[in-house]
């Protein structure tokens, strides 16, 4: 079957630290994978995504990797900010025509 | 285009209640997925269309939900009888789905409170 692993939070960094957030999956075929983010009170917001094996996602500084090797897709930026404060959630779209999501990870990023 | 629009933003009702939330997605896409989010876990699939057949709805949570999407345009989900467990945030996403192109915008979603 199709799941997803994010490493539990909550995370807290520095403004300007470096972020990783680990995700691990297991599919059956070829999904794509996602990375969204959450704020508070708002739906989920399209960050990045990659379609195929070795692609690399990016947008805002953030950055992915589809590893299909380690069955990973870990969440990336050298420099955080307050603004980067939220939830962010890991999914992936295969077989079955529907998105599955990790439970999310909760980054806080103190001035 | 505003994105995915979902109303009410908020719903409370008492138990026993039906409710009925309305999603109206992007314009052009052709699918439209609901999800349910509760506190601090990740989205739960509940069902999707593609244009106005509903493709799978084995994982509605029971048979007090259904959801409907007529003419392939906006889309309903209601619950009957709801109960304080039926208390989370429903989500509704679109995608246009062409090749590998499978990304869904998601609405701000409508939190219910089941009291």
């Known amino acids: 079957g199709n799941s997803v692993t994010q490493m539990e939070g909550p995370v807290t960094l520095s403004e300007e630290a470096f972020l990783t957030i680990n995700c691990t999956y297991t599919a059956t075929g070829y999904p794509s994978l996602f990375w969204y983010v959450q704020y508070p009170g708002e739906g989920l917001q399209l960050l990045l995504k990659?379609?195929?094996?070795?692609d690399k996602g990016s947008n805002k500084g953030f950055e992915a990797t589809y590893r299909k090797e380690t069955t990973s897709f870990h969440l990336e930026k050298g420099s955080v900010q307050v603004s980067d404060s939220a939830v962010y959630f890991c999914?992936?779209?295969?077989?079955?025509?529907?998105?599955?999501f990790g439970t999310g990870t909760s980054l806080t990023v103190i001035p | 285009d505003t994105g995915v629009s979902q109303d009410p933003r908020h719903k409370i009702t008492k138990r026993g209640q039906n409710v009925t939330f309305r999603c109206d997605p992007i314009s052009e896409h052709n699918r439209l997925y609901w999800y349910r989010q509760t506190l601090g876990q990740g989205p739960e699939f509940l069902t999707y269309f593609q244009n106005e057949a509903q493709l799978e709805k084995s994982r509605l949570l029971s048979d007090r939900f259904s959801a409907e999407r007529p003419k392939g345009s906006f889309s309903t989900l209601e619950i009957q009888r709801t109960e304080q467990g039926d208390s989370a945030m429903y989500l509704c996403?679109?995608?246009?789905?062409?090749?590998?192109?499978?990304?869904?915008?998601f609405g701000q979603g409508t939190r219910l409170t089941v009291v």
């Open positions: 990659a379609t195929k094996a070795d």
């Open positions: 996403a679109s995608s246009l789905v062409e090749g590998l192109n499978t990304e869904a915008f």
């Open positions: 999914a992936l779209h295969g077989t079955g025509n529907q998105f599955y």
